[in-house]
Nanobody, 117 residues
Framework: QVQLVESGGGSVQPGGSLRLSCVAS????????MRWYRQAPGKERELVAS???????NYGDSVKGQFTISRDGAKDTVFLQMNTLKPEDTAVYYC???????????WGEGTLVTVSS
């Protein structure tokens, strides 16, 4: 199994920045790619950003140019740098790992980001 722990959420004013972290442990050698999702109150969970183990990245349309996903392979950690935050970025942010072991997927418990003045 893979365990994921997110951190870095909090409250920030519009225009501010936050950096989320997701630390993976367990069978991390089997991770094929990692993704950040978010779920705002009353809305469906949406994909924010994705990165493969070899560094290829992809972003949701709503965050392109605003968020950056990166990873520290040595520490099995994925980051999400979020800039110019807006109230509509308020959500619980989740980390997900997809493995090469029969496509098993694992989720973290999420970290809350609140953007408000």
């Amino acid at each position: 199994q893979v365990q994921l722990v997110e951190s870095g959420g909090g409250s920030v004013q519009p225009g501010g920045s936050l950096r989320l972290s997701c630390v993976a442990s367990g069978r991390t050698f089997a991770i094929h790619f990692m993704r950040w999702y978010r779920q705002a109150p009353g809305k469906e969970r949406e994909l924010v950003a994705s990165t493969t183990v070899d560094g290829r990245t992809n972003y949701g349309d709503s965050v392109k140019g605003q968020f950056t996903i990166s990873r520290d392979g040595a520490k099995d950690t994925v980051f999400l740098q979020m800039n110019t935050l807006k109230p509509e970025d308020t959500a619980v942010y989740y980390c997900k790992a997809v493995t090469t072991e029969h496509g098993k997927q694992y989720w973290g418990e999420g970290t809350l980001v609140t953007v408000s003045s």
